[in-house]
């Protein structure tokens, strides 16, 4: 080190270069002054892994530096830093925990193989006094991990409520203002570099689910699996349901909801009603928003572009300033801190919110009353009610029904209950509302 700069590179193994890794090079190259001020050294690129060498790329790079053999790139003893952007889950684990095992630091986006392999990749980091870094993996762009870590460490979390798909909120937006053909949008969130490879994930809520795992581990403190998430996606959303809940004052959003009572944590994806008014109804298109509630805090909310190039690799360059730091320091062998609470998912009795139902009625003397004591039976009262005649079905009714705070368990008996009746054509649809008095 001379006049406190440390003069050798940091070098950095690249494992893809597509959306994500044409950015990580652009920002590792435009912003090399900022980076050398921050670290007191260059960063450079030493090898990046693709699939296919001849493919036309938005990086500028020389072509030796690419490779498609990915030991080219993790036994390379010159790579102080792997940055893995090549997504998938068990080949993907497989080659970061060898580079772990090389003692090489690790930087991913990837939420898949965090959500699931996680524990294990955190484990051989330790082992090996490696860093782990990830904050890309939730909310692209916004820094939600270090929120959580740092911001808001000497607080308890109890509740994060998020938009934290961009490709769904994309596809909601244009189908709720601009009437669009869900197809459609669907093919241009691809083509804007927001949906996964498969969009099936994001569509069906498996993408937002990984990330409220890892956010809710990180909030709550607690070893919570992507197997203890609640999905349901937005492929079933129907324009009625939409119209509908727009009508009654709500806007639709796929949502991910963990909440912490006590010791107890529920955690979920699913299309939620939020009313016009609040914050998060106001985030549309690609961007993410997640709120937060701290005991001491209060509420909080962090807002920001939630996918695409240039904010994902923004996080992931943070990262790797954080790795490069704790070098620089000697104090390697970091990540996001370890939960300190086991596992204790609240069951479905524990589990309370309004609910918003459109079902389907035979329109006769006494069908409301009936439909009405399913509920007075279980102690459920409404917030709202409307009843409409349904266009070009004369002898049916379509009801309209936002519940006050219903167990979920107490929600599913009604549901059977309403099933079971004679006077009822169809539960047409049902989603939990959230947010009524913003909390
Ligand atoms: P992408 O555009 O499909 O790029 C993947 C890159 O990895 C390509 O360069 C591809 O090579 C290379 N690659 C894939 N499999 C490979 C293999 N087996 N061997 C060699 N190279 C391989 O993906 P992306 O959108 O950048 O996403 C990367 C990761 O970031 C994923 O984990 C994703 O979930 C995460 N992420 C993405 C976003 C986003 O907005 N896109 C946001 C947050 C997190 P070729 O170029 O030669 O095909
Ligand atoms: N497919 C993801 C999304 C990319 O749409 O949010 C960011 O993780």
């Not at 700069?5 to 090399?32: D, M, P, W, Y």
């Not at 270090?146 to 607080?155: F, P, Q």
Request: charged share 25%; net charge negative; with cysteine.
């Amino acid at each position: 080190m001379k006049g406190g700069v440390f003069l050798k590179a940091i070098r950095v193994g690249l494992l893809g270069l597509g959306t994500v890794g044409s950015g990580v090079v652009r920002i590792i190259q435009e912003h090399q002054d900022k980076l050398m001020h921050q670290v007191g050294c260059p960063v450079t690129i030493k090898k990046v892994l693709v699939k296919d060498i001849d493919k036309k790329r938005e990086a500028d790079l020389p072509r030796e530096v690419l490779t498609t053999e990915v030991y080219d790139v993790i036994d390379d003893p010159d790579v102080d830093v792997i940055i893995e952007v090549i997504g998938g889950v068990e080949q993907t684990k497989e080659y970061l925990l060898d580079a772990l095992k090389s003692k090489k630091h690790v930087v991913t986006a990837n939420k898949d193989l965090m959500a699931v392999c996680g524990s294990e990749l955190l484990a051989e980091a330790k082992e090996n006094g490696c860093d782990l870094y990830f904050e890309a993996s939730v909310a692209g762009g916004i820094p939600i991990l270090r929120t959580l870590e740092d911001g808001l460490a000497s607080d308890r979390i109890t509740k994060m409520m998020g938009i934290v798909n961009g490709t769904t909120n994309f596809i909601l937006t244009k189908m709720i203002k601009e009437k669009s053909p869900y197809e459609e949008v669907l093919k241009e969130a691809q083509s804007l570099g927001f949906a996964e490879a498969d969009p099936t994930a994001d569509v069906e809520g498996l993408d937002a689910a990984r990330k409220m795992a890892i956010l809710a581990r990180l909030g709550f403190s607690m070893n919570v699996d992507l197997e203890d998430v609640k999905v349901k996606g937005i492929s079933q959303i129907t324009d009625e349901d939409i119209n509908f809940s727009k009508r009654l004052g709500y806007t639709m959003k796929l949502i991910g909801i963990a909440q912490r009572d006590g010791s107890k944590a529920e955690v979920s994806v699913q299309p939620t009603l939020l009313p016009d008014h609040h914050p998060l109804a106001a985030v549309h298109n690609e961007y993410n928003a997640v709120y937060v509630y701290g005991e001491a805090v209060g509420e909080t909310m962090f807002y920001g572009p939630g996918a695409g190039s240039m904010p994902t690799a923004t996080s992931v360059v943070s990262d790797l300033v954080a790795v490069m730091k704790n070098m620089r320091l000697g104090v390697t062998g970091n990540s996001f801190v370890a939960p300190q609470f086991e596992k204790n998912m609240k069951s479905p009795s524990d589990i309370y919110a309004q609910q918003f139902l459109r079902i389907h009625v035979k329109d006769q003397v006494g069908s409301f009353s009936k439909i009405t004591s399913v509920f007075s039976e279980r102690g459920v009262s409404f917030e709202k009610i409307l009843q409409l005649p349904i266009k070009g079905h004369d002898e049916l009714a379509e009801i309209v029904i936002v519940t006050h705070h219903t167990s979920e368990s107490d929600f599913s008996d009604i549901l059977q209950n309403l099933n079971d009746l004679e006077v009822v054509e169809e539960v047409k649809s049902t989603y939990r509302v959230e947010g009524n008095g913003w909390s």
